[in-house]
């Protein structure tokens, strides 16, 4: 019974802050902040600042005081020009999305906003932040006739896309007396990559061998020596350079590079993981493996359902590789 009463009331909430505050969803495009959507209210010092203008009032009738009724209706009318100018600071405003990178899960990702001021009046002191994190902590000002941009940064949790929650703009100024804001919905998201498996595995073992010639990793001829890469086959170990400087004291470890001749293809088959491995630790694993074969500049193809690229190499056949790991299995992906 309670938590149905606890329920009502919190969609009652909504509907009213949705009619009150005129709650939009999603709006694309460029965005102006009209009068109609900025609200105005007196701060904590804008309510004690009121009670001190009542007491100087009181104490002026009481004395008939004529310099008191001056500097109360004086300092009156500096509290109502204060509120018009907090107003007119967010009132005009043009906003627009920015670009949204993809992240990894785990990471935060950053939404970038655009702000646009068309008047002659410059702009200052404008607050901007999710509405469901708190007050606002990005700040900036922007000039008359000028533009500017914020970014505002969200923690990701799992893959997938992950849309903008509803801004809140705010600002006190110039007084501090009155807060004005206004909430904006962006329709913009970020796609969220599935976070790469730690520890890191080794690459699985080559496929069969093609005899074209040309690629990255070789098996034939000897090219020289290179800084060991996790993954690399043990077998490949340059042992006497290895002896020559203790890695315990400092060396590093080394391996032979071969090139030309018969050329190993490396496959990232989503279906040859093992089966018992769960579903996010099997798309981790294929997150880890593309991002150490773009390291290591190994061609590989890779196959995820009804996905198959390559083989390839490249930001273009990494971006659809990740692309189809954060979707896969989400509404509207993979």
Known sequence: MTSGLQALFRKGRRVGERWLFQLRGSE????TLTSRRVFILPTRAGLSFTVLLLIMLIGALNYNLGLGFALTFFTGACAVADMFLTARNLALLKLAPGRAQPVFAGEQARFELRLANPTRLDRYAIWLGFQALGEPRQATDVAAGGAGAVALSLPTRERGWLAAPRIELTTRF??????AWSYWQPDMRVLVYPAPESPAQPLPSHGAASEDGHGTVGLDNFAGIRSYQQGDPMRHLAWRQIARH???????????????????ELALDFA????QLDLELKLSRMTQWVLAAEQRALPYTFRLAQHA??????????AACLRALALFG???GA
């Open 246 to 264: 203790d890695p315990a004291l400092g060396g590093q470890l080394v391996t032979k590079h071969f090139e030309g001749g018969a050329v190993a």
């Open 272 to 275: 040859a993981l093992p089966l």
């Open 174 to 179: 110039p007084l501090g007396l009155f807060k």
């Open 330 to 332: 989400r509404e509207g």
């Open 28 to 31: 694309t495009g460029e965005v």
């Open 309 to 318: 690229y390559g083989p390839a190499l490249g930001d273009a056949h990494r």
